[in-house]
Nanobody, 127 residues
Framework: QGQLADSGGGLVSPGGSLRLSCAASGFTLLYSGIAWFRQAPGKRREGLACISSTVSGDGFIYYEDPVKGRFTISRDNTKNTAYLQMNMLEPEDTATYYC?????????????????WGEGTPVTVSS
C-alpha cells in the first residue's frame, strides 16, 4: 500500500528557510503529478505548488501567487522523493504542510482528488 511521508517542518524565524521532503513508499512517483498544500489553523487548505511527471509528462511546474518567487518545488525520481524549498518565510506561512500525489499532471491535478496524501509537517514562522 502506497504512502507519502512528508517531513522537514519546524520553527524558523521570519526571513528564514526550510526544505520539506515528501518520500513515497509502496509505489513510484515517476508517473505522478506532485503537489504541496498547506492548512493554517481556522483556514481552508490551499494548494501552493505542483510539478508534473518528468517521465509521462513534461515536468511542468506551477506556483500560486502567495509563494511564487519564494518557494521552489522539485522532484528526485532516483529517490522517489519530492521537495519544497521555502525561502523568505513569513509569519503568514505558518501552517501544516502536506504533499500529495496525483495521476494527473500539473496544474490540472488541483481539480481532482489526490491519490495519496502525506500526514503533514508543521511549519511555524515566528521570532
Amino acid at each position: 500500500q502506497g504512502q507519502l511521508a512528508d517531513s522537514g517542518g519546524g520553527l524558523v524565524s521570519p526571513g528564514g528557510s526550510l526544505r520539506l521532503s515528501c518520500a513515497a513508499s509502496g509505489f513510484t512517483l515517476l508517473y505522478s503529478g506532485i503537489a504541496w498544500f498547506r492548512q493554517a489553523p481556522g483556514k481552508r487548505r490551499e494548494g501552493l505548488a505542483c510539478i508534473s511527471s518528468t517521465v509521462s509528462g513534461d515536468g511542468f511546474i506551477y506556483y500560486e501567487d502567495p509563494v511564487k518567487g519564494r518557494f521552489t518545488i522539485s522532484r528526485d525520481n532516483t529517490k522517489n522523493t519530492a521537495y519544497l524549498q521555502m525561502n523568505m518565510l513569513e509569519p503568514e506561512d505558518t501552517a501544516t504542510y502536506y504533499c500529495a500525489a496525483s495521476e494527473y499532471g500539473c496544474p490540472d491535478l488541483f481539480h481532482y482528488s489526490m491519490e495519496y496524501w502525506g500526514e503533514g509537517t508543521p511549519v511555524t514562522v515566528s521570532s
